[in-house]
Each structure stands twice: as structure tokens, then as C-alpha cells.
């Protein structure tokens, strides 16, 4: 039985949505995928429909009406995978950047070695990033202290996309009540697993830029990751943080 569901969340990734599709199926583990589309205008569905009829069963995808935002996305995906019986739940991004290779090093780390969270983690072993600029490698490194120093979190890659939830920790944490929409999420996601308990355990890989499809970064998701930590954090210390 399949106990663990890739949730890719896409806009416009047309170029890669078929090669991450199989990879992830070639791997050794057996997983799921279930995509969550934005309305693509470049057809990233329609493709991902083509597929299923190669992977019944295995591949999923859920159609919504328009660009809504990252963290709404896998919100959705969550949800949709706890109205089923998987036990393990990954976040991944569908333009390689996050090598599927890991995905079994993610998997054991929950299954075997007793994480809740397993983050495929840049900086846990220096840093671990190929193909980004100098500017872009010193923002996001910095970003990551930033948020360790004002939520206190011992964790390296506080913004890592490439996770994998132990079921009870998604079913622990109101989704409802997740207020961030861009990378924040991430943060945010962390950060109300670290203040339930949780044990987070950070995984060292490697973390390729895309090199196919326009990156969705922003100066607006970049802003809401600054003052929007500083406001979760204070929320937490007046405990009127929803969790």
C-alpha cells in the first residue's frame, strides 16, 4: 500500500510537469503525486490529464480557478490527502530545483528515524545551492537567520519548500488558520510545527535553480516573509497564535 503523496503545486510549468511526473514514479519508493494547478494558461493541466491515463490511481490532479498564491495551494493539497490515508505528505516544486532523488532520504527520515518533519534542508551542512546568483544565495541565507533570530526556531532553512509532513502534524495544525500565501507559508508552517512539539529534523540536499519556466518570486512575497515573521512571532507571545 502507497502511504505517501507528493503534493506539486503548478503555474505555467508546462516544460517540466511530465519529467518531475516521472521521475518521482521511477523511484524506488513507491509514491503518489497529486498536482494542484492554477489555471495554467500554458496547459500544464491538460498535460498533467494526459498522464493520468498512464498512471491510474497514482496521479492526481486538482483544477482550481485561478493564481490564489503557494501556500493556498498546498493548503488545498493537504486537505485533500487527509480526507484519504496517506501517512506521509511531501511538499515539492515541480521545476527540479528539488532533486526527487531525496525524496526517499525525506521518507526514511520520518519513517525510520522518528521525525515529524523532515526538511530537505540548504544550509544544514554550509550552503548547498547551485545555479543562483551571489546576491540571490546571500538573501535567502540571511532571510534563514532572520527568521531563526526573531522565532527562535533551531532550524538552518526556515524558508525550504522540500518537506515531508508526518500525517499528525498536518491534522495537528489548523490549516485554516494560516494566514501567509507566498513563501512565508513555509515559515509559518515550521514555526506552528515547532510550537506544537514537533521534531523537526533537517536533511541536507542540494538545491538546483530552475532551468526551465520563469521563477515565481516577488518583491510583495519577499515582504510578507519580513514584517510578516515579526507579527507571527508576537502573536506567539501573547499566545493568540492559531494553531
Known sequence: MV??????????????????????FSQRRKFHILVVDDNSPDGTATRVRTLQAEFPKRLFLEERMGKLGLGTAYIHGFKWALNRSYEYIFEMDADFSHNPNDLVRLYNTCKRDGADVAIGSRYITGVNVINWPMNRVLMSWLASRYVRFITGMDVQDTTAGFVCYKRKVLEAINLDKIHFVGYAFQIEMKFKSHLLGFKIVEVPVIFTDRTQGTSKMSGSIISEAAFGVIKMKLKSLFNRIKI
Open 3 to 24: 502511504n505517501g503523496i507528493i503534493i506539486i503545486p503548478t503555474f505555467n510549468e508546462i516544460e517540466n510537469i511530465e519529467r518531475i511526473i516521472r521521475n518521482v
